[in-house]
């Protein structure tokens, strides 16, 4: 007796006289399926994991805690940002592209709205950064230098969050995928 693994949780079995038969198996995690629910926790760490292990780095600085707890605490903040990437773009796939001329109308719709989403919240973020800023030099009268390690922090974050930021819009927006029994 043979035993095949097809997608979708069917474990189908060949016997000796060739015969298929399906039989429901272990079933497979599949990310096409996975509920709002469950999409907005993850978009909202992948987003927030990068920014948080500069944060932990830069307050690790200012405290006693041994390097043997902050490498790895590093590593599963910078981890949560590149697996919750690789599960919003296995969900979103291409749909999150400007180019995509085969996307029906539906699909246009929630990709631009989910854009939009994206735009105000970069927008929302820079205007409270610069407004802090301001607020700081300019109210405390605390002049704000700007390091080589800050600016570097800056723009590796910068340059990873704003690709995934669509994503995570589309994935946060996109409604529950319609059930097969539906």
């Avoid at 407004?131 to 974050?157: K, Q, R």
Wanted: hydrophobic content about 50%; some cysteine.
């Amino acid at each position: 007796m043979y035993t095949y693994n097809i997608p979708y949780g069917y474990l189908y079995t060949r016997t000796e006289n060739h015969v298929m038969t399906g039989q429901v198996g272990p079933t497979r995690f599949n990310v096409d399926r996975l509920s709002q629910r469950s999409r907005r926790p993850i978009a909202a760490v992948t987003l927030l994991g990068l920014p948080a292990m500069y944060a932990w780095s830069s307050i690790w600085r200012s405290t006693s805690v041994p390097v043997i707890v902050w490498g790895p605490v590093s590593f599963l903040l910078i981890g949560l940002t590149i697996a919750g990437g690789f599960v919003l773009y296995r969900f979103v796939r291409h749909r999150a592209e400007l180019a995509r001329p085969d996307l029906d109308e539906r699909q246009r719709q929630l990709r631009d709205h989910a854009y939009v989403a994206s735009y105000g919240v970069l927008a929302t973020v820079v205007v409270a950064l610069v407004g802090t800023v301001a607020v700081i030099v300019m109210v405390f009268g605390h002049p704000i230098v700007l390091d080589g390690e800050l600016v570097s922090a800056i723009g590796i974050c910068i340059g990873t969050l704003i690709p995934l930021l669509p994503m995570a819009a589309l994935a946060w927006v996109e409604p529950d995928p319609l059930s097969d029994d539906a």
